[in-house]
Nanobody, 125 residues
């Protein structure tokens, strides 16, 4: 059983920054894929970034490259998403997801069985 708890969402003006946190508990932390997704009403959940925990590779969606950074603090079983230069189109509910990553850390929601409740990010222009 894997439990995920997101935090760090909020309201920010365009150009600002936020850091989201995802605490992973309930199973071995290392050697799993932990990813961030986002979703707006009426749209499919889209992958933002993923990381192979325990010091592995990172992957980004095209729109996240250069503005967002995924990282981890293995001692705290926590994965972060640093978001800079935020735009109004980044407004969404952001979710943390995890799975074993046996086929690699992809960015499609069907690859992940475990999900957090989400944290809302609102960017005003």
């Amino acid at each position: 059983q894997v439990n995920l708890m997101e935090s760090g969402g909020g309201s920010v003006q365009a150009g600002g920054s936020l850091r989201l946190s995802c605490v992973v508990s309930g199973d071995a932390y290392s050697r799993n894929c932990v990813s961030w997704f986002r979703q707006t009403p009426g749209k499919e959940r889209e992958g933002v970034a993923s990381i192979y925990t325990g010091g592995g590779s990172t992957y980004y969606g095209d729109y996240a490259k250069g503005r967002f950074t995924i990282s981890e603090d293995a001692a705290k079983n926590t994965v972060y998403l640093q978001m800079n230069s935020l735009k109004s189109e980044d407004t969404a509910m952001y979710y943390c997801a995890a799975d074993t990553g046996l086929a690699g850390c992809g960015l499609h929601q069907t690859e992940y069985r475990h999900w957090g409740q989400g944290t809302q990010v609102t960017v005003s222009s």
